[in-house]
């Protein structure tokens, strides 16, 4: 479906998305009309509180749950097929605790049908990418939390999809790994011209790597306001120092405190 994009229409929209979780205890409405446009190859990050509903939607997107209101849309047809067809690196790391780190990173090809042996030489070339070399043949038991999510991070790459979706996916890793990755997500999407969201709790974050940032607030989860990151690329971590970016920055985090 993101293959056939015509008119420069968005390669993804959500269109008044709003959910409602049904548990024992009643109704918890996660999501209220929530709209957005995200255009082919576009970088665009989503901030909000814990319990916003950030998650929820990237499941929603991903085709593992069904919205309860709203419709999602590519190039402007409605894309119901979207369960494989999007990257998706959720929240959890959700390794395979019996499969090594090879063989957790290639599970995504190896479903698709590519070969195990094409599959694993592909996924060895990028080991030392992801921090990961020496730790091959190793099991998630014997992992750092950090470098869990560096396989899962790996294992959404090798799929290689044209839309990534990822949540929270540097939420453990320390302040140096971070911004490395930072730098290497940032070389990696400027490469690729893949089309990439990205849920995190940390502005700077956001603002760094995106063209546009979604501000949400809580609850149900609302699109409070869209920042536009007009600062030139290729960017470079050394940004955040500069007065424009420190601006936005404050902006941001203001219009995460207010109440409205
Ligand atoms: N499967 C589910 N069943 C019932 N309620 C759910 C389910 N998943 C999420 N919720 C509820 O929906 C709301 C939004 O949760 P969600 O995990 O999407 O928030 P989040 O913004 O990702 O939070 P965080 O920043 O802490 O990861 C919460 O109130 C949560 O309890
Ligand atoms: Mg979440």
């Known amino acids: 479906m993101t293959n056939t994009i015509r008119n420069n229409l968005p390669v993804l929209t959500l269109n008044r998305i709003g959910k409602v979780w049904q548990s024992r205890e009643g109704q918890v409405e996660a999501l209220t009309d929530v709209s957005m446009d995200i255009q082919e190859g576009e970088f665009v990050s989503i901030v909000g509180p814990s319990g916003c509903g950030k998650s929820t939607l990237l499941n929603i997107l991903a085709g593992l749950d069904a919205p309860s209101k709203g419709t999602i849309l590519s190039g402007g047809t409605p894309w119901r097929d979207r369960l494989g067809h999007i990257g998706y690196m959720p929240q959890k790391d959700l390794l395979l605790p019996w499969r090594s780190v090879l ?19 592909e996924a060895l070339k990028m080991m030392g990418e992801f921090g990961l070399s020496g730790f091959e043949h190793n099991y998630p038991y014997q992992l750092s939390g950090g470098m869990k999510q560096r396989v899962a991070l790996l294992r959404t790459v090798l799929a290689d999809n044209e839309l990534i979706l990822l949540d929270e996916p540097f939420a453990a890793l320390d302040a140096l790994t971070r911004s490395n990755m930072h730098e290497w997500l940032l070389g990696l999407w400027e490469s690729w011209h ?3 969201i990205l849920v995190t709790h940390d502005v700077e974050e956001a603002l760094i790597l995106s063209d546009r940032v979604y501000v949400l607030g809580g609850r149900p989860g609302f699109v409070k306001s869209v920042v536009s990151v007009d600062m030139s690329r290729p960017r ?4 955040a120092d500069q007065a424009d970016f420190l601006r936005l920055k404050k902006h941001v ?3 995460l405190k207010s109440t409205s």
């Open 253 to 255: 985090i203001n219009l």
């Open 194 to 196: 893949k089309t990439l």
């Open 103 to 121: 063989d957790n990173a290639i599970l995504a090809e190896e479903i698709s049908g590519v070969s195990k042996e094409s599959a694993r030489n």
């Open 236 to 239: 470079s971590l050394a940004m």
